[in-house]
């Protein structure tokens, strides 16, 4: 099963923002659209980095309330690991699961289509397997 298929069901709209977007305004965006990362993009929309709550969290933490008037693109992931539409999910949890991170961006020819979070996998694969208990509890009773 291919990351394609959890977009195809949740969509393709990504929530971007500019570097010079000040942490204030990025905790609104995140709160208001019940997200938990924003891809941080230049004027033509590629990526330059990704800003998360947990980013956030660490900075205020370090800095405190002041933190918020700081830019994007001070606290935001310049290293950000990207995936395909054709990518296994199961390939694509564990990138996740060993960097630590929640929030992969999906390209098609270099160009950003998506956004998959851990959350977004672990529902398609909990489906997936009850789907498959389903197969084999009718399989069972046939028999």
């Known amino acids: 099963m291919t990351v394609g298929i959890i977009l195809q069901d949740k969509g393709h709209d990504v929530i971007t923002a500019?570097?010079?977007?000040?942490?204030?305004?990025?905790?609104?965006?995140?709160?208001e659209k019940g997200i938990g990362a924003i891809l941080v993009t230049d004027a033509a929309n590629h990526i330059e980095g990704i800003i998360s709550e947990r980013d956030i969290v660490k900075m205020l933490a370090a800095k405190g309330p002041a933190s918020l008037d700081m830019p994007a693109s001070s606290v935001m992931t310049t290293s950000v690991v990207t995936c395909g539409e054709e990518d296994a999910i199961m390939d694509v949890m564990s990138k996740m699961t060993s960097g630590r991170f929640r929030h992969v961006p999906v390209l098609r020819d270099g160009k950003v289509v998506g956004l998959i979070s851990i959350g977004d996998a672990v529902k398609y694969r909990i489906a997936q397997v009850e789907m498959?208990?389903?197969?084999?509890?009718?399989?069972i009773t046939m028999a």
Not at 132 to 139: D, I, K, L, N, V
């Open 18 to 31: 500019r570097g010079t977007t000040p942490l204030r305004d990025i905790c609104t965006t995140l709160a």
């Open 132 to 139: 498959e208990a389903e197969h084999m509890r009718t399989y």
